[in-house]
């Protein structure tokens, strides 16, 4: 079953960003000073935490998230992560979903950049959020703006509590000059840096699922639109993880049957400045180049003959006609 509609009040970057702590893209909790009440791991699941009434565990009240003792010493309590990828961190969310007379005052976030799996006693720490102040059973967004990269986080708690989910939205950063000459690369991929720019809808499941790796698990893992009632076709821009010829096109219907888009087509450019929402306007007149192509349900569809000889581009915007759902979209380029 589909997800739920995208929540209206988020910031753009929860859209438009990967979450670096997805466990499913290989970040990891690797230490917390104390998880008594709940472990570390669960703050880092995917799915919104939920409240089961009347569930308890040898330790009290089962919770969904990380929690920690009543702290009756100095000090507080922290936790620390390694993310999925190496990755500049556009912005967080320290949820305490659930978390009513439990949660911790106010919190802060640290970031270092280490080879190491275990960051060294000796890392480099720095600061990436000052010390928040946190409420009770909510989101809190905030946007960092802070062009370092990190590998690992460090999320302190002042002075203990819990923490219903951690999300850390950022942008990866690939070390091209290792990557052979004329490899081709997905360069869609959410993990080599692509991003979603913009979509005119998202109803039932965001569009930067599509960037995702591996092929989606349900109908729910992917980019799903409502059905459209009026004239038109629905649409997502992406911008590439870096400019590219594009050699293959994949575009994966997995899971999607009686709600698959009965077309695709792609159009591409090579831009720089502007703002997202002047492409948005631009994108209208770009290039075809992939002219419309009939879809099946539930299938992989490949194209390369199709795909028209339009050189480096930079963004692309993929149409789906009239409306419908797509589980993965894979740009395929050569890395020059």
Known sequence: MAQPALDPHAPAFTRRYMNLADPRLGAQALFASDEFFAPKERMLDPQPAVFIPGKYDDHGKWMDGWETRRKR?????????????????????????????????????????????????????????????????????????????????????????????????????????????????????????????????QHFGPASQMLMPGRGVNMGDGWETRRRREPGNDWAIVALARPSTIRKVEVDTAHFKGNFPDRCSLQAATVSGGTDESLVTQAMFWAVLLPEQKLQMDHVHTFGAELAALGPVTHVRFNIYPDGGVSRLRLWGDVA
Not at 84 to 105: E, I, M, Q, Y
Not at 162 to 185: F, I
Request: net charge negative; charged share 20%.
């Open 73 to 201: 010493t100095t000090g507080h309590d922290y936790c620390v992560l390694r993310l999925a990828r190496p990755g500049v961190v556009h912005g967080v969310d320290l949820d305490t979903s659930h978390f009513t007379g439990n949660f911790p005052p106010a919190a802060s976030i640290e970031g270092c950049c280490t080879d190491a799996d275990v960051p060294p006693d000796q890392a480099d720490w720095q600061t990436m959020l000052p010390p928040t102040t946190l409420q009770g059973n909510q989101h809190h967004f905030v946007e960092i703006d802070d062009a370092r990269v990190f590998t690992h986080v460090r999320v302190n708690l002042y002075p203990d509590g819990g923490l219903a989910r951690l999300r850390v939205y950022g942008q990866p950063k690939r070390d091209w000059e290792r990557v052979e000459r004329g490899t081709l690369v997905d360069l869609a991929a959410i993990e080599n840096g692509a991003y979603l720019v913009a979509a005119n809808n």
